[in-house]
């Protein structure tokens, strides 16, 4: 019977972390104060909902979170102009742009985000960011969220990573591929299965350490985890269920019940990886936020000399 | 009996090819001359060889290559002042500088590569080239010259990348992890080795497509390879050869001799990877030349309009 990796009691350490951080910084450095803007486009339900839970545990740690709207009107250059204008606030030190855009125009997408100054992207998204990550430069770069939140959770299994077989299902921008590069610079030895793979099933048993995202309902079978394997599931799916008064519940991308049975550490839906990711985006913007404050203390104290 | 993939021959074609599309944009672009700048800084005596091949493959394609040296006391500034200027220089499409850099003083050799516009980055070296390729926009980026190259051998199989199983081994930011991320997105599943890596003759034996890039002499063995399978070798290796007038010989990092008897196809050393390096860096300076007279085309028309 695997163990909990419970992304609810792990992210709630971490951001009762995060505000004694800015405690302890707010008595070297008075006034200073994280700031993180959201800027979203348009109005989609879900959006405004994931920018308001970001909004609500920011406050709880000490970040000053805005949430910047702009109309569904705004044309690319709107949006750019205003990045840019956030990119040289010095009260903000992260910036992210909710994803994805409503738009009434044709906003490329790839642009806003590599306009995002490198140092303030903190959903690690900039192509130079990716391409650290990629190469190796881990210290040197900001790491997406939501693979450093796996990573987190994989490490608090108490295993080592190093030398271990990783096994990714999915390899897109924001999740898979950041993921199979974070294990990769830790040791692991990494597969990167996708939509052409051919016989998952066999590759999956092959792993000591699995994280799946691919977004289909307990795709992953019970009986193909290797026994004691840690089991990460980033997917989150809604399926009807009548016994619950929403007609719906989430499940993950693996079947939970079945692979509990021979996993050695799972994670839940919900309560595994979600939480972990907003964790992620507010120590991003407090590293971030940290790193801009020790600079500026340094070349203050630089001129002086 | 494996088939041999010589990049001798092949890399004569991607030549030849070079040398027609030099003339065909020549008649379509009146001055149309494709510029290589390679940067050395000091004077190692291997580096110095390398520049003159690619001087004088350059030349013999129709492209302009210029050595541009530094003194083994020149500080970073001035390597990125000399960097600098050739950004700027509309008769230069490509930018190199000569690794490992031979100096005196503390010079941060990412630095001075990151400080080559992305678009003259002819080495795909940059971090922004690197993060492209690394998620999958292989159309918006530089590839590197040698995981191009070797993407090259691999299509002159004549056999689809599409589903297969590939395994490189290696992970370093010139060869190994670009060269993943190219079989990953031309839809490969990959497994990246490297030295933390445990039973990698298992991992090597699953391989239909096998690239080995570590800089171990015959380190892998001709038992390991999957019967039939694509290798490709980047190693170059010298040993000590008492039959030969200089005393020694290159050998790859694959047991060529055994591995031929299994391999479906297999690069031999020399003239396997080695000089698709080369044609590569003349093909990506070639496609950011036409790359930059198609945009100067397009703006005079927009001014004329
Ligand atoms: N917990 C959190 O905070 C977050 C959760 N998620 C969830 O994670 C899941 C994945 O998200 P995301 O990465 O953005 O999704 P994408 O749709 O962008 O990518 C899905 C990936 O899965 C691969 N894939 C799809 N079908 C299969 C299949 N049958 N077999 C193997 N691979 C397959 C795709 O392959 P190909 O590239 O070949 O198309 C693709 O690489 C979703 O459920 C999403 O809701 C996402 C972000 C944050
Ligand atoms: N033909 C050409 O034009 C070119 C050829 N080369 C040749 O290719 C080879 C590799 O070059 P390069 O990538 O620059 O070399 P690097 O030394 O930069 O990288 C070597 C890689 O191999 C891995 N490695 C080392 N030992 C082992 C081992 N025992 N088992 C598994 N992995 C191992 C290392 O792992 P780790 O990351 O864990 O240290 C590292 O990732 C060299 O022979 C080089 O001369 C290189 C460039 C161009």
Redesign the interface.
């Known amino acids: 019977m695997a163990e909990i990796l419970s992304g609810k009691v792990v992210s709630e350490e971490i951001r009762n972390g995060l505000k004694a951080e800015i405690e302890e910084l707010q008595q070297k450095y008075p006034g200073f104060l994280p700031g993180l803007a959201i800027v979203q486009v348009g109005g989609r339900e879900d959006s405004t909902v994931y920018i308001g839970q970001k909004v609500k545990n920011a406050a709880a740690v000490g970040v000053k979170a805005t949430h910047v709207q702009l109309s569904r009107t705004a044309t690319q250059d709107q949006v750019l102009q205003a990045v840019e204008k956030l990119n040289t606030d010095p009260s903000v030190h992260g910036i992210i742009v909710q994803l994805p855009l409503d738009t009434e125009n044709d906003i490329d997408a790839?642009l806003v985000t590599n306009s995002i100054l490198e140092s303030k992207d903190v959903d690690g998204l900039?192509?130079?960011?990716?391409?650290?990550?990629?190469?190796?430069?881990l210290s040197g770069c900001v790491l997406p969220c939501t693979p450093r939140g796996c990573l987190e959770l994989i490490k608090h299994s108490g295993q080592s990573i190093?030398?271990k077989?990783a096994v990714v299902l999915g390899?897109s921008?924001i999740v898979g591929?950041p993921m199979s590069?974070l294990l990769?610079w830790n040791?692991a030895?990494?597969?990167?299965?996708?939509s052409?793979?051919?016989d998952i099933p066999s590759?999956v048993k092959s792993a000591d350490i699995l994280v799946v995202a691919i977004g289909k309902t307990e795709f992953v079978k019970g009986d193909w985890i290797k026994p004691g394997a840690i089991v990460i599931d980033c997917g989150i799916n809604s399926v009807p269920d009548e016994t619950k008064k929403s007609g719906k519940r989430l499940v993950g991308d693996v079947e939970f019940a079945k692979a509990k049975e021979v996993a050695g550490w799972i994670t839940p839906i919900p309560g595994g990886v979600g939480p972990m990711t907003v964790a992620m985006l507010l120590k991003n913007t407090v590293d971030q936020a940290r790193k801009a404050w020790e600079k500026a203390g340094n070349s203050s104290r630089w001129n002086l000399s």
Do not use: P
């Open positions: 790839h900039h192509q130079s960011n990716a391409g650290k990550l990629a190469r190796g430069n190093e030398g077989t390899r921008m591929s590069d990769t040791h030895t990494v597969t990167v299965c996708h052409r793979t051919k590759i």
